[in-house]
């Protein structure tokens, strides 16, 4: 059973850094197909970023030059880095899994089979 654990979140002033981590258990592939998604209080989950099972990466244009998505393997651990954090980055951060691997982009939440809980990002100004 594939599970995910996100931690790392926490409160914040405005050009602050955080960096989330997601924990895979139970996945059959060592380089599964991986995101980073957000929600906002009353607004829909919005993709942030994403990796592909070659490591390829991309981010959503709002958080580009400020975020990054990498992954420790050795760890099974995926990762955020998030500088110059702004308060319109408050969110509940979520990591999610596709079940199988891809060479390429996905960005709806149906796209991705397995999440995480969700850890909650505050940025204050």
């Known amino acids: 059973q594939v599970q995910l654990a996100e931690s790392g979140g926490g409160s914040v002033q405005s050009g602050g850094s955080l960096r989330l981590s997601c924990s895979v258990s139970?996945?059959?592939?060592?380089?599964?197909?991986m995101a980073w998604f957000r929600q906002a209080p009353g607004k829909e989950r919005e993709w942030v970023a994403a990796?592909?099972?070659?490591?390829?990466?991309r981010t959503a244009d709002s958080v580009k030059g400020r975020f990054t998505i990498s992954r420790d393997s050795s760890k099974n651990t995926l990762y955020l880095q998030m500088i110059g954090l702004k308060p319109e980055d408050t969110a509940m951060y979520y990591c999610?899994?596709?079940?199988?691997?891809?060479?390429?982009?996905?960005?709806?939440?149906?796209?991705?089979?397995?999440w995480g809980q969700g850890t909650q990002v505050t940025v204050s100004s």
């Open positions: 999610a899994a596709k079940k199988s691997m891809c060479f390429g982009f996905f960005f709806r939440e149906t796209n991705y089979d397995y």
């Open positions: 139970g996945y059959a592939y060592s380089s599964p197909c």
């Open positions: 990796m592909d099972s070659d490591d390829d990466t």
